[in-house]
């Protein structure tokens, strides 16, 4: 089943071209890798395949809910909480899962819902497939690494049991036993029916994952969505 559908998506603001002529298409259990280089606008074209971040030009399609997994300066843990104080945060804003929904969301999810009373962070885990993830639920959000970072974004991703999880920079400061493990459990994520879209300036060798390059040298100098709020950089629209 098609999750997200992008044709010849593309970004201009006032600056111009933040990100262009992107074509990608996501089924159910598939992983997607977008590279390039740094303010080649991967940030903000997985915000825009997440419905969280407007485009400009082509056509995006998306079945389905779609979750943020860690995104630096538009989607990180909270530096007051622990690990397991913001899986339980996260369960209890969702609640339980509504009986008309149970068989549109993946089962590990429905039962991390239904335990958050009894062990949060154990179901959690569980549930996303990440019981060897490298990930202390007694640790403040201020002292993880990024590596804890993308782990703990990815699976407070999966509680809502969305269709679509995305994740950016996922190799941004790790080293490569981390890499490996990342790409090994973004596989995992898209092995239980989540389509799976990471950014990442390459990927590592043996990973499962389908990847579009994105950015062109040619092109001006491009803007993050964070730089890109502040500055007002409002999207140029074409008729």
């Known amino acids: 089943m098609k999750i997200v559908e992008a044709n010849g998506l593309g970004l201009r603001t ?78 209890l804003l969702l609640g339980p899962v509504p009986r008309r929904r149970r068989q549109l ?21 569980a549930g996303a497939g990440f019981t060897d993830a490298p990930l202390n639920p007694d640790r403040y959000g201020r002292d993880l690494t990024p590596v804890e970072r993308q782990v703990l974004g990815l699976v407070l991703a999966s509680l809502s049991g969305p269709n679509l999880i995305v994740a950016d920079d996922v190799d941004a400061g790790a080293d490569a036993p981390e890499r490996a ?11 239980q029916g989540y389509a799976v879209v990471a950014s990442a300036r390459a990927v590592e060798p ?3 994952a389908i990847t579009h390059r994105i950015g062109d040298p040619a092109l001006p100098a491009l803007v993050a969505p964070r730089a890109a709020v502040e500055a007002d950089l409002t999207p140029e629209v074409t008729a």
Do not use: K, N
Request: proline share 6%; no cysteine.
């Open 14 to 91: 006032r600056r111009g071209w933040v990100y262009r002529d992107v074509d990608l298409s996501a089924e159910a259990g598939e992983l997607h890798a977008v590279t390039g280089p740094p303010g080649s606008g991967r940030t903000s074209l997985l915000l825009a395949l997440a419905g969280r971040f407007p485009h400009t030009h082509g056509e995006l399609r998306r079945r389905g809910p779609a979750a943020l997994g860690q995104v630096a300066g538009v989607h990180e843990p909270d530096p007051t909480l622990t690990v397991a104080e913001h899986i339980q945060e996260r369960l």
């Open 105 to 125: 969301v993946p089962v590990a999810a429905v039962r991390a819902r239904r335990a958050y009373r009894r062990d949060a962070f154990a179901a959690a885990i």
């Open 181 to 191: 493990w990342i790409w090994a459990a973004l596989s995992r994520l898209a092995d």
């Open 206 to 208: 043996g990973a499962s």
